[in-house]
């Protein structure tokens, strides 16, 4: 019975491990989007300015169809120290568009991403009529960061001050608790009823290891997720589930109320956890695609 248990978990585990997305230049790239909010009622560029002189032709052919005077302007800061990534370069590939794409609510939407895009920057928005409005200087937060820019609000305030607003992560974090706790929960579960622990006995410190351990990897993971992407997550999945195998099997020992054999509570760690790390792999996509969302 136990031979069968443990062969069944092994393969469940690696076919898990096969639907592992191909960690090379197919993940995710950084982003940043900016949704700016009562955008200019006549046409418009948006750049990214950067403090590093290093040109490259992200724009190609699109160049030629662009307002010549409106890119000169995008380059009035350059005396300044600050050079229009997009349109002038920043020494990577940097993908994006000057003009942005309308959406709800009369607001518009920039987005820029790929190897480019910059840990430092300010907003800057050139009009065809020759004004121009500049953010204060940013520092991007998260690997895929979305952003707010009050055109409207920025006239009200000094060249170079206008703000910018950045998201709050606090609801990613909550919700991908949530949806990692509760099948963590099922699928550690059932292999406790499996092991023959009685789980009225042992609800309690089950629910209080794998909470705190679940606190305790979507802490680590959604950091790792929100700042640095997906492949480093997937790196460190392993290191966590090691050390959470080898904090629940001495808690277990303890604490469960269990049927004879003094090896059960450290297997039943084993064969938990390492269910746990193969749908943890599966779901990382998913727990990814939540902290983009915000």
């Known amino acids: 019975m136990k031979k ?3 062969t069944t978990i092994t393969l469940l585990w690696v076919m898990c491990l096969l639907g592992i997305p191909a960690l090379a230049d197919t993940g995710p790239k950084p982003a940043l989007t900016i949704t700016v909010q009562h955008p200019p009622q006549e046409p418009y560029y948006l750049d990214l300015l950067v403090q590093r002189d290093a040109p490259y ?3 190609y052919e699109a160049r030629g169809n662009l307002d010549k005077e409106m890119l000169k302007l995008l380059k009035s ?3 300044n120290g600050w050079y229009p990534a997009l349109s002038y370069g920043n020494g990577i590939p940097l993908h994006g568009k000057l003009t942005g794409e309308p959406v709800k609510n009369g607001t518009m939407m920039h987005r820029f991403s790929y190897f480019g895009v910059p840990e430092q920057y300010r907003i800057f928005i050139v009009t065809e009529s020759g004004k121009m409005t500049l953010s204060v200087p940013m520092q ?5 960061e979305k952003v707010t820019f009050d055109y409207e609000k ?7 001050q206008a703000e910018v607003g950045q998201k709050n992560q606090l609801m990613a974090y909550f919700i991908q608790f949530l949806t990692t706790l ?10 406790l009823v499996l092991f023959r622990y009685p789980l009225r006995r042992n609800l309690r410190p089950f629910l209080a290891a794998n909470i705190a351990t679940q606190v305790l990897l ?4 959604g950091t790792v997720l929100h700042q640095t992407g997906l492949i480093e997550a997937y790196l460190l999945l392993p290191l966590l589930e090691l050390i959470i195998f080898a904090v629940e099997a001495a808690y277990y020992h303890k604490v469960l109320v269990r049927p004879a054999g003094p090896g059960k509570p450290v297997l039943y760690a084993f064969v938990a956890n390492l269910l746990s790390f193969g749908c943890g792999f599966l779901m990382m996509n998913f727990e990814f695609g939540i902290h983009t969302m915000f």
Request: glycine fraction near 6%.
């Open 4 to 6: 069968r248990l443990l």
């Open 77 to 79: 800061q350059m005396s």
């Open 57 to 59: 032709d992200n724009l």
């Open 218 to 221: 979507t802490v680590a993971l």
């Open 154 to 160: 920025a006239q009200q305030t000094p060249f170079g």
């Open 182 to 191: 509760l099948p963590t929960l099922l699928l550690e579960g059932v292999v």
């Open 140 to 144: 991007k937060e998260a690997f895929q």
